[in-house]
């Protein structure tokens, strides 16, 4: 334990040197900090985090500061190791879940500190606005690699930085560096074929009704007239994201939910509907591909 505690005090002296010298270098956070970060990632000491017990009693500890995310949220397992007004240091690991292509909200950078991640990063050329959170395009692959422990990589605020990772070890540990998530922007995911969505947060109206149908769907007598009655209150981005795998409170629901909520966008706007359910088809088979490839074997 007291080498738990000897790293403990140790990244909290080398983050409260961090803390001072930001503050009086940076003026614009999520323009300048992805610099800072990946130095900061790059000079700060990891090896301890290398060690399964030395990780498993510092998640155990009861002193840790504010976590960002709620358990199992994101990454298999996530926690915030050292948080402070501007920025924050995440460690994910990573056992069976890999992102989506996605830009950020926030800026940073990130490590791999155990294990493997194929990252794959990419440009989106815009083509067609569809609707304010719905964008035709091309996106274009700007790099592939195999990221090893140590390597790093900066997160340049919001499109400036999309990419995706593909956790080939199990596990993948990975440590991010990164700003709060800005105020009034948040991030998009994108497919393959063309295809950007913003993940906004969904309206209440939406919420309710969707957890009206979750709760309908636990009697068996309900009505696919009854869901489809509460689906055509629900709007087109709650239903697009649930398409996408964004929305989950009817994730574990019977598909012919999701019968009813393609009918739906179908009678809505069949162009779109298509167009949309074609290019997630596509990807979702290719994210199977992708794994196939690159998943090695603990």
């Known amino acids: 334990m007291n080498q738990v505690n000897n790293y403990r005090s140790e990244l909290r002296d080398y983050f409260d040197s961090l803390t001072l010298k930001s503050e009086t270098t940076i003026t614009n956070w999520f323009e300048e900090f992805p610099d800072f970060a990946l130095k900061a990632l790059q000079e700060m000491n990891t090896a301890p985090l290398k060690d399964p017990q ?10 840790w500061p504010e976590q960002h995310f709620k358990s199992a ?5 996530s926690f915030t190791l050292f948080r402070n007004e501007h920025f924050f240091l995440d460690l994910y690991i990573w056992n069976h879940q890999d992102t989506n292509i996605h ?4 800026s940073g950078a990130f490590q791999v500190i155990q294990g493997e991640s194929f990252h794959i990063s990419y440009n989106f050329i815009p083509e067609e606005q569809l609707t304010p959170w719905l964008e035709k395009g091309r996106l274009k692959v700007v790099e592939k690699t195999n990221l090893t422990a140590g390597e790093t990589r900066k997160i340049d605020f919001n499109d400036k930085f ?18 709060k998530d800005h105020p009034h922007i948040l991030l998009n995911s994108y497919c393959n ?20 149908i979750s709760y309908l769907t636990q009697f068996k007598n309900s009505s696919d007239t009854e869901i489809t009655e509460i689906i055509t209150m629900v709007s087109d981005h709650a239903l697009y994201s649930i398409m996408n795998g964004q929305q989950h409170i009817l994730t574990r629901n ?5 019968t009813v909520i393609h009918n739906e ?7 779109q509907y298509m167009w949309f359910k074609e290019v997630v088809d596509k990807q979702q088979k290719l994210a199977i591909q992708l794994q196939s490839m690159f998943k090695i074997q603990a």
């Open 54 to 63: 030395i990780v498993s009693q510092i998640i155990a500890s009861h002193d």
């Open 73 to 77: 949220t994101f990454a298999d397992l």
């Open 103 to 106: 830009d950020h909200h926030f």
């Open 162 to 179: 999309i990419h995706q990772n593909l956790h080939s070890t199990n596990p993948c540990l990975t440590l991010c560096l990164r700003t």
């Open 193 to 212: 074929g063309g295809l950007k969505i913003g993940l906004y947060r969904s309206h209440i109206n939406d919420i309710k009704a969707l957890e009206a």
């Open 254 to 258: 019977d598909p012919k939910i999701r």
């Open 265 to 271: 966008l179908f009678r809505r706007n069949p162009k």
